[in-house]
């Protein structure tokens, strides 16, 4: 009777670990949701998990430890500045919490000018969001990153 051999599995790189998702946290004003929404589909075309509080955020939920725990779990976050969110506390929270770990930020403009960025965001290349085709290209070229160093 012929011999069978059986394949052994192996193990990843990374020890059987599953590699962490790259996830992009959006902070946003509600008057900006539906602008929201389109980043988030172009986050997800290029191989990113989207963070956006109307899928995480549940009646009841203790907001801050929420935000905190999402952006701490989330890879970069993307501001969408507009004259709308400038005027959001919960926008600058977000941007203090984003900065105290160390994300990194990207200021997307929203009818808002790169001059007109408040203190909280003074220093950082901001992206129009005309533009954002080409910060998703960029993004594209860190997740890849990403990726291979969690092999």
Do not use: C
Not at 21 to 35: A, C, G, T
Not at 56 to 62: I, P, R, T
Not at 68 to 81: D, F, G, M
């Amino acid at each position: 009777m012929p011999r069978t051999t059986t394949k052994r599995k192996t193990r990843p790189k990374s020890g059987g670990r599953v590699p962490p998702p790259f996830q992009v946290f959006i902070s946003y004003s509600s008057h900006d949701s539906r602008v929201a929404a389109r980043i988030g589909k172009g986050i997800e075309a290029v191989g990113a998990r989207k963070r956006l509080d109307k899928h995480f955020l549940k009646g009841g939920d203790d907001v801050r430890e929420t935000i905190l725990k999402e952006i701490r779990e989330s890879t970069e976050v993307i501001v969408l500045l507009s004259p709308e969110s400038q005027k959001s506390h919960w926008v600058s929270y977000e941007i203090g919490a984003a900065q105290g770990r160390r994300k990194r930020v990207t200021p997307i403009l929203h009818n808002l000018r790169a001059e007109d960025m408040g203190p909280l965001l003074q220093g950082f290349k901001a992206i129009y969001l005309k533009d954002f085709d080409d910060f998703l290209i960029e993004l594209k070229q860190r997740i890849n990153k990403f990726v291979d160093r969690t092999r």
